[in-house]
T-cell receptor, first 114, second 112 residues
Framework: EAGVAQSPRYKIIEKRQSVAFWCNPI?????LYWYQQILGQGPKLLIQ????????DSQLPKDRFSAERLKGVDSTLKIQPAKLEDSAVYLC????????????FGSGTRLTVV | SQQGEEDPQALSIQEGENATMNCSYKTSINNLQWYRQNSGRGLVHLILIRSNEREKHSGRLRVTLDTSKKSSSLLITASRAADTASYFCAHTTPSNTGKLIFGQGTTLQVKP
């Protein structure tokens, strides 16, 4: 079974630039999560999708972050404009369904904003 | 914040010794999970314990859960250098929709 694919692996941008991350979950997984992990901290949920609908985006800074999962499969997370404090690892995870706790995480995208 | 706390923040032991990490949380839980993260890599699921369970084993891992104290512990027995990583506890709550609420993590170094 293929894992959760994320790209790019690393990204360095200047503040105020925009950036996009891509995630392809495990085939058949209806639930997709984006987490932000700042260095030295535990991951924090940004947004959760069930198929192509948003379940929870309460901690997504909506003035600069956006995410979509148009066809209920892969997903894109965008930051525009980026700030220095957005430097973090962005992790994508998927699970079969909302109440299935078999989460699989991708390797993450490490973003550095300079 | 709903985030839990982990203790200690860092732990350094010799190969062969046991490592114990503790986790506390603030709300009622549905289940609690432990994850390992190697430097610069994604999270790997280690073990899940449900709120009605008190102890669970998986290989060299032993997890306990005390819901009255809102705490859990992870014991790694006979540690190996390959166990060097960060370990996170994460829980789901009965009222949420499956999102994981993570602790701050414990960084474990196992010296050969």
């Amino acid at each position: 079974e293929a894992g959760v694919a994320q790209s790019p692996r690393y990204k360095i941008i200047e503040k105020r630039q925009s950036v996009a991350f891509w995630c392809n979950p495990i085939s058949g997984h209806a639930t997709l999560y984006w987490y932000q992990q700042i260095l030295g901290q535990g991951p924090k949920l940004l947004i959760q999708f069930q198929n192509n609908g948003v379940v929870d985006d309460s901690q997504l800074p909506k003035d600069r972050f956006s995410a979509e999962r148009l066809k209920g499969v892969d997903s894109t997370l965008k930051i525009q404009p980026a700030k220095l404090e957005d430097s973090a690892v962005y992790l994508c995870a998927s699970s079969l369904d909302l109440r299935d706790y078999g989460y699989t995480f991708g390797s993450g995208t490490r973003l550095t904003v300079v | 914040s709903q985030q839990g706390e982990e203790d200690p923040q860092a732990l350094s032991i010799q190969e062969g010794e046991n490592a114990t990490m503790n986790c506390s949380y603030k709300t009622s839980i549905n289940n609690l999970q432990w994850y390992r993260q190697n430097s610069g890599r994604g999270l790997v699921h280690l073990i899940l314990i449900r709120s009605n369970e008190r102890e669970k084993h998986s290989g060299r891992l032993r997890v306990t859960l005390d819901t009255s104290k809102k705490s859990s512990s992870l014991l790694i027995t006979a540690s190996r250098a390959a166990d060097t990583a960060s370990y996170f506890c994460a829980h789901t709550t009965p009222s949420n929709t499956g999102k994981l609420i993570f602790g701050q993590g414990t960084t474990l170094q196992v010296k050969p």
